[in-house]
């Protein structure tokens, strides 16, 4: 069983880097390197298990790089921290999102009624486009 992502402290084995946010800001982007980038190392954690390893390197393989490092960069806020900590919670939520097992979807075959009304309302489209047809001399 896996166990869920808000019981274990990851923070030590985080990497932040931090840079100049991109895009509009004014005069304040220019200056403070408010941008965050958290870097974690899915094969390196001591952690998780080899079973969780594999998980996450399957469903977020597309965040991983080649280096092995799940990245997350944040870059909304105006502050430091408060990316630092948009970062950190958007960790928690992929690792949560990723452990969470979808339940098997049961297939059901459409009601007698509902197949009714399809082919009811197929009749009444092949009428509507019949009435559309011109007449020819020898269908009277």
Known sequence: MIQTSKHRDF????????????GPG???????SSKVELRFSIAESALLTPE????????????????????IICQTERSQLANKEACV???YELLQKAFTRLKPRKATKPS?????????????????????????????
């Open 11 to 22: 923070y030590p084995e985080f990497i932040f880097q931090v840079s100049r946010s991109g």
């Open 26 to 32: 004014g005069q304040n982007v220019n200056k403070v």
């Open 52 to 71: 969780e390893k594999t998980v996450l390197q399957e469903k977020l393989a597309n965040r991983i790089t080649n280096e092995g490092y799940l990245q």
């Open 89 to 91: 919670k958007k960790f």
């Open 112 to 140: 007698k009624a509902i197949k009714e009304q399809r082919l009811q309302s197929k009749k009444h489209q092949s009428e509507k486009k019949a009435t559309r047809l011109k007449l020819k001399p020898g269908d009277v």
